[in-house]
């Protein structure tokens, strides 16, 4: 018997309108982002939409996360906790949500420019959307989970960026993290199969050092050991005989 979630055309509807919530939140967050501007005004805005739209947000009470987005700033892979944290030029941040509709769940993430950034930086950004891009491409119906993690790892380093090994993407419907867990570095032609109808969310993290990272006090926030800048793009996919179909 399969691990995988399978999803009926009528589950795939409501993973359809999760979606579609999803996407404009981070459209208006993204819209947001500037010098100046708080994580909590972006969480706040992000909360607002999302249940206005008839969704739930999928973090808040997650094991007790206390917010609707994760906010990770400049070496902060994940996690990062929505605050007064006032975001300033220079900087970049990655903003991670999830959505549920009818008890299912949709997760989605982007990295963005506050102001004016390095020349480093936009490239570790272009990289890591690049990593993410090339898995869409190849994701369909029997390909396997390494398959994934080595295109991903391959993107990576062959700009000299790392992916962070410690961190991976995941199955997800019924319950946020699921079967099968899907890392940013493997092997092809290892791993399990994918099915039709099974929804993953593929999440290139990438480092632009040291993939070692280190969890902050307040016992969420995962950063990069040599404070290396840290990007982040994630998309729920949902698998199809013939490709995928981008949900968020």
């Known amino acids: 018997m399969s691990k995988f979630q399978i999803f009926s055309d009528e589950q795939i ?3 359809r309108r999760g979606g579609k919530i999803l996407r404009a939140t981070l459209d208006l967050v993204e819209g947001m982002i500037k010098p100046g501007i708080t994580t909590a005004e972006l969480d706040k805005a992000a909360e607002e939409l999302i249940v206005s739209s008839g969704g739930k947000p999928g973090f808040k009470g997650y ?9 990770s700033i400049n070496e902060e892979c ?6 007064d944290r006032v975001l300033e030029d220079g900087q970049i941040i990655s903003v991670d949500c999830g959505v549920v509709v009818d008890g299912l769940y949709t997760d989605a993430c982007f990295t963005a420019a506050v102001g004016n950034i390095s020349i480093e930086a936009r490239k570790l950004m272009d990289v890591t959307k690049n990593c993410l891009r090339n898995v869409v491409e190849i994701l369909r119906e029997g390909v396997k989970v390494g398959d994934i993690s080595a295109m991903v790892q391959q993107t990576a380093e062959e700009e000299g960026f790392h992916p962070v090994r410690s961190l991976s993407g995941h199955g997800l419907g019924t319950t946020l993290h699921q079967f099968p867990d899907i890392p940013n570095i493997g092997e092809k032609g290892t791993g399990a199969t994918l099915p039709v109808n099974t929804i993953i969310a593929v999440e290139p993290i990438i480092s632009a050092g040291s ?3 280190e969890q902050s006090q307040d016992g969420w926030t995962l950063s990069t050991k040599d404070k290396a800048l840290c990007a982040h793009y994630e998309h729920t996919l949902l698998v199809l005989a013939d ?3 981008v949900l968020a």
């Open 13 to 15: 509807e409501s993973l």
């Open 63 to 71: 094991h007790n996360f206390p917010k609707t987005l994760c906010t």
């Open 78 to 83: 994940v996690h990062g906790i929505p605050s």
């Open 211 to 213: 993939d070692a990272v």
């Open 243 to 245: 490709g995928c179909e």
